[in-house]
């Protein structure tokens, strides 16, 4: 990698939705680290059905590239973090988000206790070695909201700050970004204390005040296409297999039917990679559970006209289709991660191990916004250097 103003280590990469979003904006990957098995042979395969292939590397039209992952590396051992220093020090940035089972309200709840819990200072242990200009971090909401989760969570903000970062971090909604699901997570970025530094020596400013512009902040969030979308009369539930569409039951302002989950199913065929993947039905339930219900804890039914719960799979329980018999297949829940059809995950890997690496990844359009944001950032202090 020859431009380390636009390299990044990418920790817990899983299926590497986050760094195709950074790759869009001119990010290249110096390394990924990931010790799923399955998760690696899903990152080098989609991320190299992704872009174009070539003997040096692989490359973006916009110049970015990726390095595939060659072994499992375990973030949370001190060894394997000394590596990650040799062959990372300096880059542009960190990004990545440790496994959230620990902090999550449908998962085990152990919080800083739990094996995975405590990778959030793996995570500032490698930032603390490798000293990158930014970092991205994300996390289920409930490391926040959650109060003796929160307590871990700020204890790792303090210790970034006292690193010499400036953070930021609030709870975005994919959904307010023209993401078809209600996915809430907790989103951190930091800058070192030297670039915003120099930036508002130069006249920006890290909060809105009067007489400036939100151009005017050293970092902002990106800008919500939807406000509070949930408020909106979404369609109630109706009986599985009902053709009826009435203007009174789904009067959706045009905007907003880019949320739905028919529009994201949009142009799916037999031809396209991955949809013909999904587990086979086998309990008469696949028949009775009505269209958009969503409140059981297993066998929630999408419903056509309205946006998806989070894709939050497991245990071989993934949301049923609106109008079929069956669970989703592999590529819906890609498309409900606004994953392009162009990444394409092997047949051989277990449907398991998919939907599990389809949960844990962040939306690559809600990653491509949020890199442009910090392209931004650093575009304005290169400028100034």
């Known amino acids: 990698m020859k431009n380390n103003n636009t390299n990044v280590l990418s920790l817990f990469s899983g299926g590497g939705f986050l760094d195709l979003g950074f790759m869009d904006q001119g990010f290249s990957i110096n390394q990924a680290v990931e010790l799923n098995p399955f998760f690696i042979e899903a990152y080098n395969a989609g991320l190299n059905s992704y872009v174009k292939k070539s003997k040096k590397g692989i490359y973006l039209n916009n110049g970015a590239c990726f390095s595939e992952i060659q072994a499992p590396i375990d973030a949370s051992k001190v060894d394997h973090q000394k590596q990650m220093r040799k062959n990372n020090y300096g880059v542009s940035g960190i990004i990545g988000g440790p496994p959230c089972q620990d902090y999550s309200v449908g998962g085990k709840n152990a919080g800083m206790s739990g094996l995975r819990g405590k990778l959030i200072f793996s995570y500032f242990e490698i930032v603390k070695s490798v000293k990158p200009q930014f970092i991205f971090f994300e996390n289920v909401a409930g490391l926040y909201t959650t109060r003796e989760h929160r307590v871990g969570f700020l204890q790792m903000v303090k210790k970034l700050e006292d690193e010499g970062y400036v953070v930021w971090y609030n709870i975005l909604n994919s959904l307010e970004y023209g993401i078809p699901q209600d996915r809430e997570r907790l989103t951190l970025v930091g800058f070192k204390k030297e670039i915003v530094k120099k930036l508002t020596a130069a006249g920006y400013v890290k909060e809105l005040s009067k007489g400036f512009t939100?151009?005017?902040?050293?970092?902002?969030?990106?800008?919500?296409?939807?406000?509070?979308?949930?408020?909106?009369?979404?369609?109630?539930?109706?009986?599985?297999g009902s053709d009826i569409i009435r203007n009174d039951l789904i009067d959706i302002p045009e905007k907003y039917k880019k949320l739905q989950v028919i529009s994201a199913f949009d142009g799916l065929t037999k031809l396209t990679p991955n949809h013909n993947e999904h587990f086979e039905p086998k309990s008469f339930r696949f028949e009775t559970v009505e269209e958009g219900d969503t409140n059981r804890k297993s066998f929630k039914r999408l419903h056509r006209y309205r946006y998806s719960p989070t894709v939050a799979y497991g245990n071989n329980e993934v949301h049923l289709h609106p109008t079929k018999a069956?669970?989703?297949?592999?590529?819906?829940?890609?498309?409900?991660?606004?994953?392009?059809?162009?990444?394409?995950?092997p047949k051989e890997i277990f449907l398991t191990h998919k939907f599990k690496l389809i949960s844990n990844g962040v939306p690559v359009k809600k990653s491509r916004l949020i890199a442009a944001e910090i392209k931004r950032t650093l575009d304005n202090y290169n400028a100034l250097i």
């Open 214 to 240: 939100k151009n005017d902040l050293v970092f902002k969030w990106p800008e919500k296409e939807f406000v509070n979308p949930k408020t909106i009369k979404w369609p109630s539930r109706w009986e599985f």
């Open 326 to 345: 069956r669970r989703l297949t592999v590529r819906e829940a890609l498309r409900l991660q606004s994953v392009p059809d162009t990444y394409v995950l």
